[in-house]
């Protein structure tokens, strides 16, 4: 496999295992593997880094497992850092500033989560790749396999938007719509990974299988950092659902610290919709992992996920960083995406929207210092769902 030089295996955060670059998940116990490095060897300063164009997210390559040379990549990464300073006035703190990562090849911050997966599948010579998603990650899936020429076998719930389920047919995508929800689509991808999977050899991209989506993701948080000019964000507002994005920019965060970049951490905080909300409710509880919700409903498809296998990860990483989980209402999620689209002019997906109107929550319980710096993660463009935000407007007669 074509590796970085500092990157060692990888490591499960159950029972400390090291393994080959080749695995999923831990052959010893079952724990999420997580990609280790040798922070010693690599030698990385703000000049250095601030010297290389901010066009990929693969500029931070050091950090990564593979090399940029062997990436299968389409530029992914590097967005930009929107000041809102209504936003701000409103919410009531000193900035807010929208990651917006909407601007990505596929729409959403998925894409960097496969350029790395993906890779990772071409080093290891997979002939397909599977996975299920709630839309987003199928859809980023089969755009990078398609470039890797790599077959794709993507399983969405048949509430997954038609935007997602569109494109993965326009990318060649072999795809299966199963009735119901994300964890329908689940048990058929387990499904299908024991029968033809078994026998054809698929490589699973799926959250958390692959150790390489969090890797990918992590790298929102070099950006932010390096975007606010090294002045690490009081907090960062962030979407979960199976959580792969928060768990990474913590340990991004960490890394920085570690190479010596930056002295501090942002708070991570989760936001979640009331009507699926795991993580929130564990947290609140001060319990270390999730309770299954056993009637997820809410319209945020990217983070209806009522059974989050990394809760216990994600637990640690709010409480490490000293940050929280806030749920709130549909009703108000998409206001809140509505209310961003009309004063700031960005357009927030409605699941990503739950870190708008999170943050609003959060903020209104005082959970923030009038002067702090707060970053919204704008995980997906709206394009995606403008027609969920449109009917909402109906639904009030608009
Ligand atoms: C997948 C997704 C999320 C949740 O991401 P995790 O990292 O799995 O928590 C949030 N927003 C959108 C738009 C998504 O597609
Ligand atoms: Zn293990």
């Given at each position: 496999?074509?590796?970085?030089?500092?990157?060692?295996?990888?490591?499960?955060?159950?029972?400390?295992?090291?393994?080959?670059?080749?695995?999923?998940?831990?052959?010893?116990?079952?724990?999420?593997?997580?990609?280790?490095?040798?922070?010693?060897?690599?030698?990385?300063?703000?000049?250095?880094?601030?010297?290389?164009?901010?066009?990929?997210?693969?500029?931070?390559?050091?950090?990564?497992?593979?090399?940029?040379?062997?990436?299968?990549?389409?530029?992914e990464g590097?967005t930009?850092?929107?000041?809102?300073?209504?936003?701000?006035?409103?919410?009531?703190?000193?900035?807010?500033?929208?990651k917006?990562e909407g601007?990505n090849?596929?729409?959403s911050f998925k894409d960097r989560g496969?350029?790395?997966?993906?890779?990772?599948?071409?080093?290891?010579?997979?002939?397909?790749?599977?996975?299920?998603?709630?839309?987003n990650?199928?859809?980023?899936?089969?755009?990078?396999?398609?470039?890797?020429?790599?077959?794709?076998?993507?399983?969405?719930?048949?509430?997954?938007?038609?935007?997602?389920?569109?494109?993965?047919?326009?990318?060649?995508?072999?795809?299966?719509?199963?009735?119901?929800?994300?964890?329908?689509?689940?048990?058929?991808?387990?499904?299908?990974?024991?029968?033809?999977?078994?026998?054809?050899?698929?490589?699973?991209?799926?959250?958390?299988?692959?150790?390489?989506?969090?890797?990918?993701k992590?790298?929102m948080?070099?950006?932010?950092?390096?975007?606010?000019?090294?002045?690490?964000?009081?907090?960062?507002?962030?979407?979960?659902?199976?959580?792969?994005g928060?768990?990474?920019?913590?340990?991004?965060?960490?890394?920085?610290?570690?190479?010596?970049?930056?002295?501090?951490?942002?708070?991570?905080?989760?936001?979640?919709?009331?009507?699926?909300?795991?993580?929130?409710?564990?947290?609140?509880?001060?319990?270390?992992?999730?309770?299954?919700?056993?009637?997820?409903?809410?319209?945020?498809?990217?983070?209806?996920?009522?059974?989050?296998?990394?809760?216990?990860?994600?637990?640690?990483?709010?409480?490490?960083?000293?940050?929280?989980?806030?749920?709130?209402?549909?009703?108000?999620?998409?206001?809140?995406?509505?209310?961003?689209?009309?004063?700031?002019?960005?357009?927030?997906?409605?699941?990503?929207?739950?870190?708008?109107?999170?943050?609003?929550?959060?903020?209104?319980?005082?959970?923030?210092?009038?002067?702090?710096?707060?970053?919204?993660m704008n995980t997906a463009?709206?394009?995606?769902?403008?027609?969920?935000?449109?009917?909402?407007?109906?639904?009030?007669?608009?």
């Amino acid at each position: 496999m074509d590796t970085t030089p500092a990157f060692l295996g990888l490591d499960c955060i159950d029972c400390g295992e090291r393994f080959d670059p080749d695995h999923h998940r831990c052959p010893a116990c079952g724990g999420i593997l997580d990609p280790a490095y040798d922070y010693d060897e690599i030698d990385l300063t703000r000049e250095n880094i601030e010297t290389r164009p901010f066009e990929t997210m693969w500029r931070y390559e050091e950090l990564l497992p593979f090399t940029r040379e062997s990436a299968i990549t389409m530029d992914e990464g590097a967005t930009p850092l929107v000041e809102c300073e209504k936003l701000a006035d409103e919410i009531g703190v000193g900035r807010v500033l929208i990651k917006d990562e909407g601007r990505n090849p596929t729409g959403s911050f998925k894409d960097r989560g496969q350029t790395v997966a993906m890779t990772a599948a071409a080093q290891h010579d997979a002939s397909d790749i599977a996975l299920a998603s709630a839309g987003n990650a199928g859809q980023a899936a089969a755009a990078y396999a398609g470039r890797a020429d790599i077959d794709s076998h993507v399983f969405l719930p048949s509430r997954a938007g038609f935007t997602n389920k569109a494109m993965v047919n326009v990318h060649g995508g072999d795809m299966t719509v199963v009735g119901g929800r994300i964890g329908d689509a689940g048990a058929a991808y387990g499904d299908a990974m024991d029968e033809e999977g078994e026998d054809e050899g698929w490589y699973s991209v799926q959250t958390f299988v692959t150790p390489y989506r969090h890797e990918g993701k992590k790298t929102m948080a070099y950006e932010i950092i390096e975007q606010l000019e090294w002045d690490v964000p009081d907090a960062i507002v962030y979407p979960t659902g199976g959580g792969v994005g928060l768990v990474g920019m913590h340990k991004a965060a960490k890394e920085f610290e570690k190479l010596g970049l930056t002295e501090e951490l942002p708070a991570m905080y989760a936001a979640q919709s009331t009507g699926c909300a795991p993580v929130v409710d564990a947290f609140e509880k001060g319990v270390d992992r999730h309770e299954p919700v056993t009637h997820p409903d809410t319209i945020c498809g990217g983070i209806e996920i009522p059974d989050p296998g990394a809760s216990p990860w994600i637990l640690e990483c709010l409480r490490e960083s000293e940050g929280g989980a806030v749920a709130t209402p549909d009703e108000e999620i998409l206001e809140s995406a509505i209310a961003v689209a009309k004063g700031e002019g960005l357009e927030m997906g409605a699941t990503c929207a739950a870190a708008a109107s999170g943050a609003w929550k959060l903020a209104d319980e005082g959970e923030f210092d009038s002067d702090a710096t707060i970053v919204l993660m704008n995980t997906a463009t709206s394009n995606k769902d403008s027609d969920v935000l449109r009917s909402h407007l109906m639904g009030k007669g608009i």
